[in-house]
């Protein structure tokens, strides 16, 4: 089984992730030793949303395109609305989480990131939490909504907010060492 300090883990986002959804994550897995890279729409920094405005730029690794599952233990999506609501439309992004899904890996979505895994075909029949202001969608992407901190479900990781990011990374890194999640296909 793996060990989350030999992970090797992929963050997709374009521009308008929730600053701290991307951030933390990252920050705290490589703490971890997890080797982790970040992938944009055109392989470009994106800038992030923080509060009211604008925020800081995430360096990006590659192109969302050029990410293969195989390549990876774990996604992670940060939140934030323009973000997930961008990405959901892109079809190198839903057949990236589907490459996951399939493939029995970690997937973690956080805030309105689940947006992304309901547009994947991928929520229906989960456990799954988002940002409150998304159970609707979720639930009639025909997942079992629940409200709390973290949720976790065949190795897909959901969370709600920016403050449940501390219970939403260790429960990534908990279940990347549980190796992988068998998965009928989406």
């Not at 990252?26 to 994106?46: N, S, Y």
């Not at 996604?75 to 989480?97: A, M, S, T, W, Y």
Request: with cysteine; proline share 4%; glycine share 8%.
């Amino acid at each position: 089984m793996p060990k989350i300090a030999d992970a090797k883990i992929l963050i997709i986002a374009t521009h308008g992730f929730e600053q701290s959804e991307l951030e933390f994550p990252r920050d705290q897995l490589r703490v971890k030793g997890a080797e982790v890279h970040v992938a944009t729409l055109d392989g470009k920094p994106a800038k992030g949303w923080e509060g009211s405005d604008w925020g800081r730029e995430a360096e990006a690794d590659l192109k969302i395109a050029d990410a293969k599952a195989d390549g990876y233990d774990a996604l992670v999506i940060p939140g934030g609305q323009i973000n997930p609501d961008l990405l959901r439309v892109e079809e190198d992004v839903i057949n990236l989480v589907k490459a996951f899904h399939d493939s029995g890996k970690v997937i973690a979505a956080v805030c309105h990131a689940p947006w992304v895994l309901a547009e994947a075909g991928v929520a229906k029949g989960r456990d799954m939490t988002s940002y409150h202001s998304i159970k609707t969608d979720i639930a009639n992407a025909g997942a079992n909504w629940k409200d709390t901190e973290v949720v976790t479900d065949q190795g897909i990781v959901t969370s709600r907010q920016p403050e449940d990011l501390k219970a939403f990374v260790s429960k990534i890194a908990e279940e990347i060492e549980e190796g992988t999640h068998p998965r009928a296909a989406a």
